[in-house]
């Protein structure tokens, strides 16, 4: 999964040529994050969508290197599985909303822009369970009455490339990690028991933005 997420974005990187830079100056639009987590016997079929934009003071400025706050806002989920009386079963559904700001260089030239950040922030988090594990539970002679998860504190270091078609149209890719270990309480026949998941991704993302003024 790693080399297939680094071949991606060094293919995209290579061939791009050098021309105008967008001379707008705020784009909003939207992208969509594929995520391989680190306990993937666990969390499974992860994605999100996020919320893109860019904003310039000065737009079609110099080419060459800068600084820049970041920020993220996005929506993310992933079937979560446990294993009960020996069998694989889907719990339910793990969701994120994370928002975070962050800092980090950019280089642009021309059409292209490479950009590094390191963003904090929070992960406000929730669960659906599936009916699938409240059976699975029944069965075991132990009903599932509730999961709870914890908001919590995530980090996220991000390199992300931006690619101008026109004045106004800006495609986007990203890959980034994040750091995210709520704290899960599962209560079942009355017992609760509380751990810490490691819900840690890579997430490659695509996107685009149109720019408005």
Not at 28 to 44: E, K, P, T, V
Not at 129 to 149: K, M, Q, W, Y
């Amino acid at each position: 999964m790693a080399r297939w997420i680094f071949g991606i974005l060094a293919a995209l990187l290579l061939p791009i040529a050098a021309q105008a830079q967008t001379d707008k100056h705020a784009s909003i639009g939207a992208g969509i994050g594929f995520h391989q987590y680190s306990d993937n016997d666990r969390f499974q079929r992860g994605f999100g969508i996020g919320f893109l934009y860019r904003i310039s003071r000065h737009p079609g400025g110099q080419n060459g290197w800068g600084w820049e706050p970041t920020a993220t806002l996005s929506l993310s989920g992933a079937d979560y599985h446990t294993d009960t009386g020996g069998d694989d079963v889907k719990l339910g559904r793990f969701k994120t909303i994370p928002v975070m700001v962050g800092y980090g260089p950019a280089y642009r030239h021309n059409r292209t822009r490479i950009g590094f950040s390191l963003e904090a922030g929070a992960s406000f988090n929730g669960f659906t369970i599936d009916p699938a594990g409240e059976r699975a539970f029944e069965s075991a002679g132990t009903p599932l009455e509730n999961v709870n998860v914890s908001n919590s504190f995530v980090v996220k270091p991000a390199a992300g490339l931006w690619y101008d078609l026109s004045n106004r149209v800006g495609l986007h890719t990203g890959l980034s990690y994040l750091y995210n270990h709520p704290k899960a309480s599962i209560t079942a026949g009355g017992v609760t028991t509380t751990s810490t998941w490691n819900a840690d991704h890579v997430s490659l993302s695509v996107g685009a933005v149109y720019g408005i003024f």
